[in-house]
């Protein structure tokens, strides 16, 4: 069993910046491809990037390429998502998500991960 937790979500004016954190449980994270989606209101919950568990493989969604980044600290068990250039379609409740067993791939579907986050609030203004 893995627990998520995210942090550094919050509000920022257009063009701003923020670095998301998500912090895991346990012994083995660099056996897991981690994931962060977001999901406005009323909206499904939609990929935003992952990262394979060696932190050699990654991607990106087509609507955050150039301004958002994943990556992770396996030392720390820590994954983040550094988010430039912040726009206000941007705003969302964004999440975390692990899946196991998964050191040398990525997953861009929801229904691959195994665990998730309880989701940090990022809203930016116009």
């Known amino acids: 069993q893995v627990q998520l937790e995210e942090s550094g979500g919050g509000l920022v004016q257009a063009g701003g910046s923020l670095r998301l954190s998500c912090t895991a449980s346990?012994?083995?994270?660099?056996?897991?491809?981690m994931g962060w989606f977001r999901q406005a209101p009323g909206k499904e919950r939609q990929f935003v990037a992952t990262?394979?568990?060696?932190?050699?493989?990654?991607r990106h969604a087509d609507d955050v390429k150039g301004r958002f980044t994943i990556d992770r600290e396996n030392a720390k068990n820590t994954v983040y998502l550094q988010m430039n250039n912040l726009k206000p379609e941007d705003t969302a409740v964004y999440y975390c998500?692990?899946?196991?067993?998964?050191?040398?791939?990525?997953?861009?579907?929801?229904?691959?991960?195994?665990?998730w986050g309880q989701g940090t609030q990022v809203t930016v203004s116009s």
């Open positions: 990262i394979s568990g060696n932190g050699l493989n990654t």
């Open positions: 346990g012994r083995t994270f660099s056996s897991y491809a």
């Open positions: 998500a692990a899946k196991e067993s998964a050191r040398y791939y990525v997953f861009t579907e929801r229904l691959q991960y195994n665990y």
